[in-house]
C-alpha cells in the first residue's frame, strides 16, 4: 500500500507564508508526476499545481506567483511553497501521486494523501 503524507499546514495570517511537504512511502514516485489540490467547505477539490517527473509545472490562475511547486526526488517528496497568502487559500490541501501531466493541467492519479488544513486570517 502506497502512503503519501503530508506535513506543513497551519494558520497564518494574510500575506504570510506555508511550506507544505509530501512524502511517498515508495521510490518508483521519482519517475510520476504528482500534484497538490485543495477543497475548500462546501465547493470542489480543485487543482492547485502540478509538477511532471522532469520538474516542469503548471499552476490554477490564482495562485500563479505566489505558490512555486517543487520535487526532491532523492526524497520521494513533493513541496509547495506559498506565500503572499489570502483569506481565500483557506483550505483542506491533499497530495495527490500517480497522475498525469498534460503541459497545461495535472490530472489526479489514484493516490491521495490524508489532506493538511491550511487557514488564513484576514
Known amino acids: 500500500q502506497v502512503q503519501l503524507v503530508e506535513s506543513g499546514g497551519g494558520l497564518v495570517q494574510a500575506g504570510g507564508s506555508l511550506r507544505l511537504s509530501c512524502a511517498a512511502s515508495r521510490s518508483t514516485f521519482s519517475g510520476n508526476a504528482m500534484g497538490w489540490y485543495r477543497q475548500a467547505p462546501g465547493k470542489q477539490r480543485e487543482l492547485v499545481a502540478g509538477?511532471?517527473?522532469?520538474?516542469?509545472?503548471i499552476y490554477e490562475d490564482s495562485v500563479k506567483g505566489r505558490f512555486t511547486i517543487s520535487r526532491d526526488n532523492a526524497k520521494n517528496t513533493v513541496f509547495l511553497q506559498m506565500n503572499s497568502l489570502k483569506p481565500e487559500d483557506s483550505a483542506l490541501y491533499y497530495c495527490n501521486a500517480d497522475g498525469y501531466y498534460s503541459g497545461s493541467y495535472y490530472y489526479p492519479g489514484r493516490y491521495w494523501g490524508q489532506g493538511t488544513q491550511v487557514t488564513v486570517s484576514s
Open positions: 509538477v511532471s517527473s522532469g520538474g516542469n509545472t
